[in-house]
């Protein structure tokens, strides 16, 4: 009843941007945290940054002072600025939100479907 729809990955040199979106649409409510995980090959997922339904931040201490979280209440969309990225930067980057549903008022976590970021040297 929610989708999240990802984009803005790609191939980047070291040192170079990227910023990342992810719009959720569908039977919502209310959205609570919005957030960004990373997936690199051989390990888990680790969550790079999060942003309440306030502005409260939260990132990872790899990526603080280069990553950026916001988000849109309006457009039910949260963007991940990141900047001076490394080659260690490269993963499936996914979107995840947590809500309520518009025709429950029960809770929701839905996860994107994953953007690639690859970060050479």
């Known amino acids: 009843q929610v989708q999240l729809v990802e984009s803005g990955g790609g191939l980047v040199q070291a040192g170079g941007s990227l910023r990342l979106s992810c719009a959720a649409s569908g039977s919502i409510f209310s959205i609570d945290a919005m957030g960004w995980y990373r997936q690199a090959p051989g390990k888990q997922r680790e969550l790079v940054a999060v942003?309440?339904?306030?502005?409260?931040?939260n990132y990872a201490d790899s990526v603080k002072g280069r990553f950026t979280i916001s988000r849109d209440n309006a457009k039910n969309t949260v963007l991940l600025q990141m900047n001076s990225l490394k080659p260690e930067d490269t993963a499936v980057y996914y979107c995840?939100?947590?809500?309520?549903?518009?025709?429950?008022?029960?809770?929701?976590?839905?996860w994107g479907q994953g953007t690639l970021v690859t970060v050479s040297a």
């Open positions: 995840e939100c947590t809500g309520r549903l518009a025709s429950s008022i029960a809770r929701f976590e839905v």
């Open positions: 942003i309440s339904s306030v502005g409260s931040t």
